[in-house]
């Protein structure tokens, strides 16, 4: 463990006592923190990460199925993206990015992204996250309106199930209920939901084309109650993530944009998760779901999650109406101290090109589809009810019954359990709900695939035999 160097002796002899684990479980407030068993069991901390693997500071080695949190997608421990992050640090650190002040690699990525993402999304605002992302997208999208002419027009539709962020707007988008207890809801007077598209939620006898036109018509009408001309976006992310890995029916995003152009409504692209090679593209938007979005949202895979760093890419048309004066002195007044910060781009630029040399994109689509496949052979447990996503995003729903996808019951603490199973055999899944998702790092091999399947195979079939 490391110590500032600049403690008093006898505070580094009393915090070098302590261990890290002892001074986590006293301290750090964890996201998501289970607070019923936190107390007793405290954080396992992860010292070391190298490739496809972490370790703990029992010295117990982990496959990592899941890249940090959606993110490490070049893999862990990479020097060269140590080596960047230094040479940008002793070159310049920090400088800040207000009004007309910039830095090379903020510049260098702007223009990067803007040739990798689709059609003409050619600007750039970096945030610290995904969460700053999408409120950043929000905070534009009325100042665009407003611009235009039109404040009125505000309303923001997002889904059941979407997870947008933890910052207050951003939590507002989210449509997962569990988040909401004991928060203000901030944005309700303009954040609305729909359904989630999720197929394996659809009515059993309803075909998947008649359930995306159920979404699609549900949509349409979910416009005409707030009147076209207060609703001015949507919200989408391609496959939705932590909600668990949900995924629309086919010509969905397509059909939902369409019908946003019909009523000049913006569509937001939330590729927190998608991009960077995740579904084996830059961007899925364009590439895998035929759409164009006005407003793309990116973050995590952008620097593998080295270090923080979110974009918020906007179009040509949307930049040329708020980049219009408003009035003589008057200023696009939405500022981050850390907006561009030359460290994270620089991490940016060289995550890119590791990217690019290896050919992580085209490896993530070969190994992705394979996983896919090969994730197919778990149906054969009778509690697993159904297993989907894309690329390397995959869910795995456990239900007590196969027919009705009733879920099991939660006393049963089926997830947890097949959870501590997989981490006894070496490899780090993601419990959620009532269903284990993957997202491992782009860089996984095909047996490192079957190694992960095996050992949630193994957990489900203790799990069961012990019931
Ligand atoms: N959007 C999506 C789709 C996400 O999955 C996440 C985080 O998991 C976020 C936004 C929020 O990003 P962050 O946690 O970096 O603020």
């Known amino acids: 463990m490391t110590i500032q160097h600049n403690l008093g002796a006898s505070e580094r002899t009393r915090?070098?006592?302590?261990?890290?684990?002892e001074m986590d479980r006293d301290h750090v407030l964890h996201p998501y923190a289970d607070f019923t068993t936190f107390a007793a069991t405290g954080s396992q901390v992860i010292e070391k990460a190298e490739g496809m693997f972490v370790?703990?500071?029992?010295?117990?080695?982990?496959?990592?199925?899941?890249?940090?949190l959606w993110c490490v997608n070049i893999g862990h421990g990479r020097r060269e993206m140590a080596d960047a992050i230094a040479r940008q640090v002793l070159d310049m650190e920090y400088y800040n990015p207000f009004g007309a002040s910039t830095n090379v690699p903020a510049a260098e990525l702007a223009a990067r992204l803007a040739d990798l993402?689709?059609?003409s999304l050619n600007h750039v605002y970096y945030t610290c996250g995904g969460s700053t992302a999408n409120d950043a997208a929000i905070r534009i999208v009325h100042y665009y309106f407003a611009m235009r002419g039109q404040p009125g027009k505000r309303k923001i539709i997002s889904r059941n199930n979407a997870y947008h962020g933890a910052t207050y707007v951003a939590a507002g988008l989210t449509g997962i209920h569990g988040t909401k207890y004991g928060f203000s809801q901030v944005g309700e007077d303009f954040i609305h939901h729909v359904s989630a598209a999720d197929c394996y939620a659809k009515p059993m006898d309803m075909t998947e084309d008649a359930y995306r036109d159920f979404l699609v018509a549900e949509f349409e009408m979910r416009i005409e109650q707030l009147g076209p001309q207060n609703v001015a976006a949507f919200i989408a992310e391609p496959i939705m993530g932590a909600g668990g890995v949900l995924v629309a029916p086919k010509g969905y995003h397509r059909a939902m944009?369409?019908?946003?152009?019909?009523?000049?409504?913006?569509?937001?692209?939330?590729?927190?998760?998608?991009?960077f090679g995740r579904l084996g593209e830059w961007f899925a938007s364009d590439r895998i779901y035929e759409t164009q979005p006005d407003i793309l949202v990116s973050a995590k895979g952008i620097t593998s999650g080295y270090i923080p760093l979110g974009a918020t890419l906007i179009s040509d048309e949307i930049h040329a109406v708020i980049s219009r004066?408003?009035?003589?002195?008057?200023?696009?007044?939405m500022g981050l101290t850390y907006s561009g910060h030359p460290v994270a781009c620089a991490a940016a630029l060289t995550n890119i090109a590791i990217m690019e040399r290896e050919q992580l994109l085209a490896h993530a689509a070969r190994v992705g589809a394979y996983l896919q496949q090969r994730a197919r052979l778990l149906l054969k447990h009778d509690?697993?009810?159904?297993?989907?996503?894309g690329g390397l995003m995959l869910g795995i729903d456990f239900v007590a019954d196969k027919v009705t996808r009733q879920p099991l019951p939660a006393h049963e603490k089926a997830t947890e359990k097949i959870f501590k199973g997989c981490v006894e055999r070496g490899v780090i899944v993601r419990p959620v709900g009532n269903r284990i998702i993957l997202s491992p790092p782009l860089i996984i091999t095909e047996s490192q695939c079957d190694e992960i399947l095996e050992a949630i195979s193994g957990s489900v079939a203790d799990f069961m035999a012990a019931r």
């Open 15 to 21: 915090l070098n006592s302590r261990s890290a684990w």
């Open 55 to 68: 370790t703990d500071s029992t010295g117990q080695r982990f496959l990592d199925g899941i890249a940090g």
């Open 117 to 119: 993402s689709p059609g």
């Open 257 to 275: 944009q369409a019908v946003c152009r019909r009523h000049d409504i913006l569509y937001i692209a939330d590729e927190v998760v998608t991009a």
């Open 325 to 333: 004066p408003q009035c003589e002195g008057g200023v696009f007044a």
């Open 383 to 389: 509690i697993v009810g159904d297993v989907r996503g």
